[in-house]
Structure formats: C-alpha cells, structure tokens
C-alpha cells in the first residue's frame, strides 16, 4: 500500500551540481505535482502533470525541469542546483486535475544545497 | 486571484482547551477546501474535505461562504493534535488541478 513514494528522501548537493528527484504512484493516478515546502510559505506548486504526455509550469517554475516518464512516474530535475532550491519537496498524485478527490503525498524530499 | 490566508503561524494552547484554526479564502466560484496535517517529518495527510462534513479526529469545519472561511476547530485540544495544519483550497483554473496552500498554522497543545 505505498502510494506515492518518492527517492531519495535526503541529498545534499553543491552548488552547480544537478539531480533528478524520482516519484512514482500506485493508485493509477491520471495527475501528478511536484510542490515545494518552505518555512513561512506553505507550499508551492513547481511543475504540474495534468495527464501522462503532459506538462506543465506552476507558481515557482524557474530552475527545475520535469518529466512524465509514464502514468506512475513524474520526475523533478535540478539541472544546475542553487542555494534557493534548498527545500523540502513533495510529490502528489490524484485521479484527475478536477476531481473533488484528495490529493495524495509523497514523504518528501530533504535537499540542502551548499 | 485565488489565494488561501492563515492568519497565525503558531497557535499554542493547553490540553484540554478548545482549538480554532483560521482559513479565509478567495475564490470566485463555488470552492472546494480541505484541511490537510502534517506531523512531525512526515508527510502531508488530509484531515478533511468542506464537501464531506465529517468530524476526523474530533476536528470540525464549516464552510462560511458569506465569511469566506473555512476555519478548523475542536472542541478539546489533546497533545497528538500537535502539527502543522495547511488549509488548502482546489485550483480550478485551467487544467491545473493543484492545490493552493495557505502558508500553515503550527499547533501545539501543551500538556
């Protein structure tokens, strides 16, 4: 019964360096969302999958690339890493982008870039 | 603009005591809300949705369209209610789909 699982769930990365932050669902999800979580900020949505084929740019896109590998995986790219990306990221999934159904998170990513 | 508010960034009361989380949003049409806890490191959980009127955990909230509130309550505070609570209101724009965040209220019941 995972959900959403999403790895690693802590990196550390040197500035310039890049990564990729994997999500993967099991509930045959048709939306996926990658949000950022900031102290003071709540959450905020980076990339956002409506369907598999698709993507899109949410609030706080600029830095990060996105990919919907299939229906179950949605991946975060950090293609050259600064300082402000260091956050807690979420992956979420659910049925579609305009159902009234919960969206389902991931444990989350830890990342700090030094 | 759709935007969630919460008021408080931290709300500290004593067990026992009754809890009242504020959300006030803006939102044209017709909003769906929910309520979503986070407890220490781990990861987001829906509490519960304004469209299912059900009582989770002894928590509450009504939708006030006329306030545009949303706001969470209990009527008595126990120590596991301790966690940061995010009022979360549906974005039907376009086909986005995703979930606007209000920047959270930290409770902490104390014993």
């Known amino acids: 019964n995972a959900g959403v699982t999403q790895t690693p769930k802590f990196q550390v990365l040197k500035t310039g360096q890049s990564m990729t932050l994997q999500c993967a669902q099991d509930m045959n999800h048709n939306s996926m969302y990658w949000y950022r979580q900031d102290p003071g900020m709540g959450l905020r949505l980076i990339y956002y999958?409506?369907?598999?084929?698709?993507?899109d740019k949410g609030e706080v896109p600029n830095g990060y690339n996105v990919s919907r590998l299939n229906k179950r995986e949605f991946s975060l790219r950090l293609e050259s890493a600064a300082p402000s990306q260091t956050s807690v990221y979420f992956c979420?999934?659910?049925?579609?982008?305009?159902?009234?159904?919960?969206?389902?998170f991931g444990d989350g990513t830890r990342l700090s870039i030094l | 603009a759709q935007r969630v508010t919460q008021p408080e960034k931290l709300l500290s009361v004593f067990k026992g005591a009754p809890v009242e989380l504020k959300c006030n949003y803006s939102?044209?049409?017709?909003?769906?809300l929910f309520w979503y806890v986070q407890y220490s490191r781990q990861r987001l959980q829906l509490l519960l949705r304004h469209i299912s009127r059900e009582s989770i955990k002894g928590f509450t909230a009504d939708l006030n369209k006329g306030e545009t509130s949303f706001h969470l309550k209990k009527p008595f505070a126990q120590e596991e209610d301790s966690a940061m609570y995010y009022c979360a209101l549906q974005n039907y724009g376009g086909s986005q789909g995703n979930l606007i965040f209000g920047k959270g209220t930290k409770l902490s019941v104390k014993p």
């Open positions: 979420a999934s659910s049925a579609t982008p305009r159902s009234n159904q919960p969206q389902h």
């Open positions: 939102y044209s049409g017709s909003p769906e």
């Open positions: 999958s409506a369907s598999e084929g698709t993507t």
